[in-house]
């Protein structure tokens, strides 16, 4: 069976280092042969070696058999499916650190990279640890963009100085942390965390019974004077009785009616 294996690399012409495409090297025969890029820098998607890079530095496969390529001179992430199609798919080029989703993202640096069983990537970025999902959602797993020390804590509150090195082992992330001179790991056991007084909030919400025949179509309205009504939910009635709750709060007087729609 062969086996082949994925890297990024660079070309030397007339004395310049060019980076050059994504390649594979078959073990069996020893044969080198350009999976995507044309060797000139640049950025465009498309089909195997009709697509351009800009220094590809790091890569990493999933379960699928996808690459995902960070290309550093153009700060996107790249992938790369079994047809050799290139696609960008996380990052908008900016060199700040922006968590969200896809290309609404952006990244500073990438010093490597690994993936799990459920499609996601971890990424080692210096002075963070930030992770992809296959839907390329990215969050940061811990330590902080703009803190660059040593501590050890949850989430947020860990710092790194030079994350350079990342892997995958028994359920851990395991990150060489070389500005400490430390190996650390983030252990994923989470505890309960107590919700502070600012972040709840105390309101009373009316339950409406109606009694009423199954299968029908009812109007609920609301009214703060008996006068004036409005319409608050048009509702079929798939069970008797029926306890429908106002999403609003209550504030001040507020009368309620059932209307059987015709």
């Known amino acids: 069976m062969k086996t082949k294996l994925f890297f990024a690399a660079t070309a030397i012409l007339t004395g ?14 020893d044969f080198v042969e350009t999976l995507a890029g044309f060797g000139i820098p640049g ?4 089909q195997g070696q009709l697509t351009a890079f800009s220094s590809p530095s ?7 058999g996808n690459l995902y390529v960070w290309d550093s001179g153009n700060l996107k992430i790249r992938r790369i499916d079994q047809n050799q199609n290139v696609t960008t798919i996380a990052g908008n080029g900016s060199s700040a650190n ?3 989703v896809g290309l609404n993202t952006s990244f500073n640096t990438i010093y490597s990279m690994c993936g799990d069983n459920q499609g996601n990537i971890i990424m080692a970025c210096g002075s963070s640890i930030r992770k992809m ?6 969050v940061t797993m811990a330590g902080s ?4 020390s040593y501590a050890n804590g949850a989430g947020s509150l860990a710092r790194f100085s030079g994350a350079s090195g990342v892997c995958l082992s028994q359920g851990m992330v395991f990150i060489a942390d070389s500005g400490n001179e430390r190996v650390r790991q983030i252990s994923f056991n989470p505890q309960p965390q107590l919700v502070t007084p600012a972040n709840l909030g105390i309101g009373t919400y009316a339950g409406i019974t109606i009694n009423g025949l199954v299968g029908r179509t009812y109007q609920i309205q609301s009214s703060p004077d008996l006068n ?9 009635l798939t069970s008797s009785p029926y306890l429908w709750i106002d999403p609003n709060h209550v504030a001040g007087n507020k009368f309620y009616q059932a209307i059987l729609m015709p």
């Open 16 to 29: 310049l280092v060019w980076p050059a495409a994504a390649q594979t090297y078959d073990t069996n025969n």
């Open 43 to 46: 950025y465009v998607d498309g």
């Open 58 to 64: 790091q890569i990493v496969s999933d379960t699928s």
């Open 98 to 100: 922006v968590d969200g």
């Open 133 to 138: 999902s296959a839907t390329t959602n990215v």
């Open 145 to 148: 963009f703009s803190q660059s």
């Open 228 to 236: 004036t009504w409005t319409t608050r939910a048009t509702l079929l």
